[in-house]
């Protein structure tokens, strides 16, 4: 079997190439289950019932953006402030699904909607290294997303069923689980010194302007004015 | 924080993500982003995460810290080491949280 992207004839059998992508999507799952629970148990002491946040990572499928949406809920930051602030963290999906449009020029509309809808930082990292080599299509890219989905899905559930047992999320330094993902994502995005000179402008931005604002338009505020920069100045 | 609150930010928040996900892939598959506006997308991840970052470690809680007191601040080092040498989220999120309560214990 050779590398043949857009002769099905050549093609492995659909259901071959589907567990293909689940294999391949393994790590993603590795990796989902305990963050997924992390998010279930904290879902659940911001005062979550098992079903929301169950529904909540089913539907919405985006750690950082969960996260960060979970810490303004505790603040009871309002809805319209939530939605931006999920929006502005997830802009980056605009520029995965822009780098991975051009492989599905040949699949059609349905397929697309339903490919998007799993379409996240690591699955996009996984796809496209596929996709250079030659070998991922549809077929294969809805079965990354299905066992990623899978693993964030049951992660959650087993964190916001079993968290009760394990008593005050507190006492186990549950207060730094979000802002530690967050640094260790903040690390993986300043990928050359353009990005750590944006993100330090950043940084001072939000607490400058965490001085006169609440805390989610602080965030939003320092963020969108600092990409600006960087735009501006890095031509 | 009421049931109506919390599945009004659920769809909310799952209408939006899939918005941005969807469009790309649907439209962008035939038209081409200008390039000042990608290149402003692609600083946007990093704002976001330093903003956040840099507001959660600095004043936890909206109550500002002392550096040299602060097991947030203090903890986020040696997360981004670890992360910075390993590559591992659940790595440098799991070094991450038992130097935060050593820390804690210590200077909190």
New interface residues.
């Given amino acids: 079997m050779s590398p043949q992207p857009h002769d099905d004839a050549t093609r492995a059998p659909r259901r071959e190439r589907f567990l293909r992508g689940v294999r391949l999507g393994l790590p993603i799952f590795l990796?989902y289950v305990?963050?997924g629970m992390?998010f279930g148990m904290l879902a659940r002491t911001?005062?979550?019932?098992l079903t929301?946040a169950v529904?909540?990572s089913a539907?919405?499928?985006?750690g950082?953006?969960?996260f960060?949406?979970l810490?303004l809920?505790r603040?009871g930051a309002d809805?319209t402030a939530?939605?931006i602030a999920?929006?502005?963290?997830?802009?980056?999906?605009?520029?995965?699904?822009?780098a991975?449009?051009?492989y599905?020029?040949e699949t059609g509309?349905p397929i697309?909607?339903s490919?998007?809808?799993s379409?996240t930082d690591e699955t996009f990292a996984v796809n496209i290294s596929d996709q250079r080599e030659g070998w991922a299509d549809e077929v294969s890219m809805a079965g990354v997303g299905a066992v990623s989905w899978v693993g964030w899905v049951g992660g959650t559930l087993a964190g916001a069923a079993l968290g009760a047992l394990v008593g005050d999320p507190n006492a186990?330094?549950?207060?730094?689980?979000?802002?530690?993902?967050?640094?260790?994502?903040?690390?993986?995005?300043?990928t050359d010194h353009r990005?750590v000179l944006?993100?330090?402008?950043?940084?001072?931005?939000?607490?400058a302007l965490?001085l006169v604002l609440p805390?989610t338009w602080?965030?939003i505020g320092?963020?969108?004015a600092?990409?600006?920069i960087?735009?501006a100045m890095?031509? | 924080?009421s049931?109506s609150?919390?599945?009004?930010?659920?769809?909310?928040?799952?209408l939006?993500?899939?918005v941005?996900?969807?469009?790309?892939?649907?439209v962008?598959?035939r038209v081409r982003?200008p390039r000042?506006i990608?290149?402003?997308?692609?600083?946007?991840?990093?704002?976001?995460?330093?903003?956040?970052?840099?507001?959660?470690?600095?004043?936890?809680d909206?109550r500002w810290l002392a550096p040299l007191s602060n097991?947030?601040l203090l903890?986020?080092l040696p997360?981004?080491a670890?992360?910075?040498k390993t590559?591992s989220?659940?790595g440098?999120?799991v070094v991450?949280?038992?130097c935060?309560?050593a820390l804690?214990a210590l200077v909190g």
């Avoid at chain 1, 999920?86 to 822009?98: D, K, S």
């Avoid at chain 1, 944006?198 to 607490?207: E, M, S, W």
């Avoid at chain 2, 609150?5 to 799952?14: Q, T």
């Avoid at chain 2, 941005?20 to 649907?26: A, D, E, G």
């Fill in positions: 990796g305990p963050i992390a911001a005062g979550f019932t929301q529904a909540c539907l919405v499928l985006a950082a953006g969960q960060v949406a810490s809920m603040t809805i939530i939605l999920t929006g502005v963290i997830n802009l980056r999906y605009v520029l995965f699904g822009a991975v449009s051009p599905l020029r509309l697309q909607a490919l998007a809808f379409l186990w330094g549950a207060s730094f689980a979000m802002p530690a993902m967050f640094t260790a994502l903040l690390v993986a995005q300043a990005y944006i993100g330090v402008v950043a940084a001072v931005l939000a607490l965490s805390g602080c965030l320092g963020a969108v600092a990409a600006t960087g735009a890095f031509r | 924080m049931a609150y919390i599945w009004a930010a659920i769809l909310g928040m799952a939006v993500t899939y941005l996900r969807v469009l790309p892939i649907t962008l598959s982003i000042p990608e290149r402003w997308l692609s600083f946007v991840p990093v704002s976001v995460m330093a903003a956040l970052v840099a507001t959660e470690v600095v004043r936890p909206g097991p947030y903890a986020a997360t981004a670890v992360y910075h590559r989220l659940l440098a999120t991450g949280i038992l935060f309560l804690r």
